[in-house]
């Protein structure tokens, strides 16, 4: 129980995904102007890294086993279609949950954190309640850099810049603060 | 038609009505797609596409340059392959299949990394495998490959590359000279530089890039003051924006 604790808190803060292993910054540039559409793909991104997280570990246990060097490709492929008959099933199921995370379900397919926490989980030999645990760690932290950063580029799209940084150059300083910031978070374990 | 002699020479044939179009002014157009890669479509400063190894790998000279070359390879490649591919592959499941392909080439780089380079192979660590899902491969697929003859879709993925690799490598001169005052491992500034570690670690790469965006602007615009007659297409660069979304 402490180990998974322990997992969910690094995941989520200390070894952040977006701030510290720098995964999932094209929708950390691209998307987050707006509080409530960060929140909606964070939502999003915890859901699809919770069913990527179950695919890995039974590719990981019945298929990969016999043929290591597929990996990559397996990985990629079954993601893309479990995502895809997911986005299916919610549509016919609850119609208000797909209108709440509409696009941003298949978008988040070609995330490149939702490929590293297949890789992560498989070298670092996470069992299925650890991978799990680990997924949705992973998934609260990218929310909270996504809901972050939305905040403050609200705040900053009011302010005079200068016309050189405005967009992705500012975008770059607001997050290398930020990631600055989570780095408080490091010893957070250490001395435990 | 009906009096060609030889196979060979049909297969020729064939060969020179790919490259037709490009036949008049074969020089300067494939030199030009180099130079769009590099300079009005560079990848990372420019279309902000694949920014997480742009930050992550660049730390060090030695790792972004392995990085790049290794991107450059996988690029040349899937537009090759993508291009050759491209009659044969039904448009409701290209996206699929472009990455397959991408999967495959980028599985064969982390082999051969791994068996030669071992050393950079780990300093690449997961970086070298997300190159699956770099937007930029997928995107020049979709957008060029898709629609162009070999040649220059091979030579457009090379340019693009060369884009990616330079912006690496600028990149981590930069943090690296600054950081530890090392360019590629060999001191600098001398042996008693103070280390500035946050230029090393995660905030220092963050900002780094995004000052070297701000400078490739200024550049930028300054070129386009400098000769304001041919301008380069400009509906490219969005359409490869929509791509890397999707």
């Known amino acids: 129980m402490e180990d998974l604790v322990l997992i969910f808190f690094s995941a989520s803060v200390i070894n952040n995904f977006t701030l510290t292993y720098f995964l999932g910054l094209c929708a950390f540039m691209g998307v987050t102007n707006r509080i409530d559409t960060a929140v909606r793909l964070g939502l999003a991104n915890i859901f699809v890294l919770l069913i990527t997280s179950l695919a890995t570990w039974l590719l990981n246990t019945y298929v990969l086993v016999h043929a290591p060097y597929l990996s990559l490709i397996s990985y990629i492929v079954v993601i893309a279609g479990a995502v895809q008959f997911v986005e299916m099933a919610i549509k016919k199921l609850s119609p208000t949950l797909f209108r709440a995370l509409g696009i941003y379900l298949p978008l988040i397919t070609t995330n490149c954190a939702i490929l590293a926490l297949a890789l992560f989980q498989t070298s670092r030999g996470y069992g299925l309640a650890q991978g799990l645990v680990y997924a949705l760690g992973a998934g609260v932290g990218l929310l909270l850099a996504l809901v972050i950063m939305a905040g403050i580029r609200e705040e900053v799209e009011m302010s005079p810049t200068s016309k050189l940084i405005r967009g992705t150059a500012l975008s770059f300083f607001i997050a290398g603060m930020l990631s600055l910031a989570f780095m408080g978070f490091a010893g957070l374990f250490s001395k435990a | ?246």
């Open chain 2, 1 to 246: 038609m009906t009096h060609t002699p030889q196979p060979g020479s049909l297969a020729a044939q064939v060969l020179e009505a790919e490259r037709e179009p490009f036949r008049g002014s074969k020089q300067t157009t494939l030199r030009g797609l180099i130079a769009d890669g590099i300079f009005s479509k560079n990848p990372v400063f420019v279309l902000a596409l694949s920014l997480c190894p742009a930050v992550a790998v660049t730390s060090e000279v030695t790792t972004a340059l392995a990085m790049g070359l290794a991107v450059v390879f996988v690029l040349t490649f899937s537009n090759l392959c993508t291009s050759l591919l491209r009659r044969f592959i039904h448009p409701k499941v290209r996206l699929p299949a472009y990455i397959a392909i991408i999967a495959t080439l980028v599985t064969m780089t982390q082999l051969l990394m791994s068996a030669y380079f071992p050393d950079l192979y780990q300093a690449l660590g997961v970086y070298l495998a997300l190159v699956v899902v770099f937007a930029i491969i997928l995107a020049r697929a979709e957008v060029f490959a898709s629609k162009n003859s070999p040649l220059p879709a091979a030579v457009d993925g090379f340019g693009m590359g060369l884009g990616f690799l330079l912006a690496l490598v600028v990149t981590a001169a930069v943090r690296e000279l600054f950081g530890v005052g090392r360019l590629a491992g060999y001191p600098v500034f001398g042996a008693d530089y103070p280390p500035i570690l946050m230029i090393v670690l995660a905030p220092g790469g963050f900002i780094t890039i995004g000052l070297l965006i701000a400078l490739f602007r200024v550049v930028g615009q300054w070129r386009e003051r400098r000769r304001a007659g041919p301008t380069t297409d400009v509906p490219a660069p969005a359409a490869t924006g929509e791509v890397s979304h999707a």
